[in-house]
Nanobody, 127 residues
């Protein structure tokens, strides 16, 4: 089992940057594929980015590709989301999630494949 805690959210002007962190408890962090999702008011939680267990493969939603970068430090049990060129449409609560299925060959985009979720961190982008 793993516990996840996001940090780094806040208020930023359009065009600015933020870096989110997600710290994981436990000794098997490197066995989890990790993902970032977000949920804006009145909308469903949506996929943002995912990274494989080794960190060698990443995948992004089209809406953030080229602006956001997901990375991980397995020695620090932490996954990051660097967000640049932020837009008001990026305003949401951002959640990190862990997929414990080591038999899955690719990092999933679908919420249902993630077993563990953090509590979320608010990101607000002003225009």
């Amino acid at each position: 089992q793993v516990q996840l805690a996001e940090s780094g959210g806040g208020l930023v002007q359009a065009g600015g940057s933020l870096r989110l962190s997600c710290a994981a408890s436990g000794r098997t962090f490197s066995s989890y594929a990790m993902g970032w999702f977000r949920q804006a008011p009145g909308k469903e939680r949506e996929f943002v980015a995912t990274i494989s267990r080794s960190g060698g493969n990443t995948d992004y939603a089209d809406s953030v590709k080229g602006r956001f970068t997901i990375s991980r430090g397995n020695a620090k049990n932490t996954v990051y989301l660097q967000m640049n060129s932020l837009k008001p449409d990026d305003t949401a609560v951002y959640y990190c999630a862990a997929d414990s299925n080591i038999l899955r060959s690719s990092s999933p985009r679908l919420r249902r494949f993630y077993d563990y979720w953090g509590q979320g961190t608010q990101v607000t982008v002003s225009s």
